[in-house]
């Protein structure tokens, strides 16, 4: 019970940066100093891409524990 809540929790924090990664993403379209965009755009793209692979790896683990319960249970 433990391990589906950690990774429930995990997996919902990971969903939060994605989405804020997604908005400085936005963000960064509006400012007009070259300087500040590459920043932010660079910044950005690095949380979507760190906070996209860990979700999808935290709901693979997921998806596979469960597989296997249900495996289980059909024996």
């Known amino acids: 019970m433990f391990w589906w809540l950690r990774s429930i929790v995990v997996s919902i924090i990971a969903a939060f940066f994605l989405i804020w ?12 100093h070259p300087g500040e965009f590459l920043a932010s755009f660079f910044s950005s793209s690095f ?16 998806v596979i524990k469960l597989k296997k319960q249900k495996s289980t249970e059909g024996l």
Do not use: P
Not at 21 to 32: I, P, S
Not at 47 to 62: H, N, P
């Open 47 to 62: 949380i979507i891409l760190i906070s996209a692979a860990l979700l999808f790896g935290f709901v693979w683990r997921m």
């Open 21 to 32: 990664g997604a908005q400085e993403m936005f963000r960064a379209y509006a400012l007009t």
